[in-house]
């Protein structure tokens, strides 16, 4: 059985820094594309960022030159450093995986999915 478990987020100040992990088990996951994607309270889960197996990446406009994901693929963990946080990007911040190797930006792209780490930028 697949699970994506995330890690590392929590509150922090406007400005500051969190990196998110994303632990996957059940299977390996190093020719697959990951991403992350957020939910703010009372809006759709849109796409924040994503890494193909051979390291390309994909970023949304509102996090690009602030965000940067990575993935350890001896550990079968996905990464999301966050730095310059804004109040905008408090959300739940959602894990998830692919059966295939190309880079996706919508949710459908995505097979398995992890139960979401929280993080709350204060202004």
């Known amino acids: 059985q697949v699970q994506l478990v995330e890690s590392g987020g929590g509150l922090v100040q406007a400005g500051g820094s969190l990196r998110l992990s994303c632990a996957a088990s059940g299977r390996t996951f190093s020719s697959n594309a990951m991403g992350w994607f957020r939910q703010a309270s009372g809006k759709d889960r849109e796409f924040v960022a994503a890494i193909s197996w051979s390291d390309g990446t994909r970023y949304a406009d509102s996090v690009k030159g602030r965000f940067t994901i990575s993935r350890d693929n001896a550990k079968n963990t996905v990464f999301l450093q966050m730095n310059s946080l804004e109040s905008e990007d408090t959300a739940v911040y959602h894990c998830?995986?692919?059966?295939?190797?190309?880079?996706?930006?919508?949710?459908?792209?995505?097979?398995?999915w992890g139960q979401g780490t929280q993080v709350t930028v204060s202004s």
């Open positions: 998830a995986a692919s059966d295939t190797t190309m880079i996706f930006t919508t949710r459908s792209g995505y097979n398995y």
